[in-house]
């Protein structure tokens, strides 16, 4: 009976693949990887086990952008809001993270790019996240944002104090700036400068809302919900994703 239904599946993904437009596809993909600790209640296990369940789960998920071919994913794993919780919950969850990303550096597939408010994090995860960060710098593959301790409220006021502090030291005052500042301006200094925004951000576990994820650059992205927890989000769940995103008139501004 397994074997029917991963045949049926496998007939059905291919069904999709061929459906997909060259033209349509996302080149900037954002995941909200939520409901790993729900997941992990529902049966009946550890918290820490939902993350290490979810983990599992990223390798195979940029497996399934390579084939795509898109060029750039951003993976929330950890808010600043999750930084408030108590220790026993942060640090397996911090732990986790740690191991995930040395795995994603190990495998010399992915460009690691760390983006949130790294000053948050305990100093050895700030260094073992850079580290990753340094060991891929040259990989030619799909860049992979690792958004930890990341908050769309917090990126936006640290793009303006680095804002302020870039022009301090050019000598210009409050008042000339206020004259000159655009938008163009403060993306020079977010955590994701120099990046195009995410066509598609898709969010698991049934939530449908943002949180605060890329509140900048998502202003034009296109939205997927879906229902499954992130550790049972299937290829099958990324297709639907892709072809809905496909299927959309995208509407800049309006």
Same mark, same amino acid.
């Given at each position: 009976?397994?074997?029917?239904?991963?045949?049926?599946?496998?007939?059905?993904?291919?069904? %999709?693949?061929?459906?997909?437009?060259?033209? !349509?596809?996302?080149?900037?993909? #954002?995941?909200?990887?939520?409901?790993?600790?729900?997941?992990?209640?529902?049966?009946? /296990?550890?918290?820490?086990? +939902?993350?290490?369940? /979810?983990?599992?789960? %990223?390798?195979?998920?940029?497996?399934?952008?390579?084939?795509?071919?898109?060029?750039?994913?951003? &993976?929330?794993?950890?808010?600043?809001?999750?930084?408030?919780?108590?220790?026993?919950?942060?640090?397996?969850?911090?732990?986790?993270?740690? #191991?995930?990303?040395?795995? $994603?550096?190990?495998?010399?597939?992915?460009? %690691?790019? *760390?983006?949130?408010?790294? @000053?948050?994090? *305990?100093?050895?995860?700030?260094?073992?996240?850079?580290?990753?960060? @340094?060991?891929?710098?040259?990989? *030619?593959?799909?860049?992979?944002? %690792?958004?930890?301790?990341? /908050? #769309?409220?917090?990126?936006?006021?640290?793009?303006?104090?680095?804002? &302020?502090?870039? =022009?301090?030291?050019?000598?210009?005052?409050?008042?000339? $700036?206020?004259?000159?500042?655009?938008?163009?301006?403060?993306?020079? =200094? &977010?955590?994701?400068?120099?990046?195009? @925004?995410?066509?598609?951000?898709?969010?698991?576990? +049934?939530?449908?809302?943002?949180?605060?994820?890329?509140?900048?650059?998502?202003?034009?992205?296109?939205?997927?919900?879906?229902?499954?927890?992130?550790?049972?989000? !299937?290829?099958?769940?990324?297709?639907?994703?892709?072809?809905?995103?496909?299927?959309?008139? !995208?509407?800049?501004?309006?």
């Amino acid at each position: 009976m397994t074997s029917m239904w991963s045949l049926a599946y496998d007939l059905y993904e291919r069904r %999709i693949l061929r459906s997909l437009p060259p033209d !349509r596809l996302p080149e900037h993909i #954002g995941v909200m990887c939520d409901g790993n600790r729900r997941w992990a209640r529902a049966f009946g /296990g550890e918290v820490a086990g +939902g993350y290490v369940a /979810g983990a599992d789960k %990223i390798e195979q998920f940029l497996g399934w952008c390579d084939q795509l071919q898109v060029k750039l994913v951003t &993976l929330w794993l950890l808010s600043t809001d999750n930084l408030s919780r108590p220790a026993e919950e942060v640090e397996p969850l911090l732990h986790v993270i740690e #191991g995930l990303v040395a795995e $994603l550096a190990a495998a010399e597939r992915w460009r %690691i790019n *760390p983006v949130g408010a790294l @000053d948050l994090l *305990p100093p050895e995860s700030a260094v073992r996240l850079k580290a990753a960060a @340094d060991a891929t710098c040259d990989v *030619p593959g799909m860049t992979v944002n %690792i958004a930890v301790a990341y /908050g #769309g409220r917090r990126e936006l006021a640290d793009a303006v104090r680095s804002l &302020l502090h870039a =022009h301090a030291k050019q000598g210009t005052t409050i008042e000339e $700036l206020a004259d000159v500042i655009d938008v163009e301006h403060i993306a020079e =200094h &977010l955590y994701t400068r120099g990046q195009p @925004d995410p066509d598609l951000v898709i969010r698991t576990s +049934g939530e449908q809302r943002m949180s605060g994820f890329l509140l900048w650059q998502s202003v034009h992205s296109e939205f997927y919900f879906c229902e499954a927890m992130w550790p049972d989000f !299937r290829r099958t769940d990324f297709l639907r994703a892709i072809r809905a995103y496909a299927a959309r008139e !995208r509407r800049y501004g309006g």
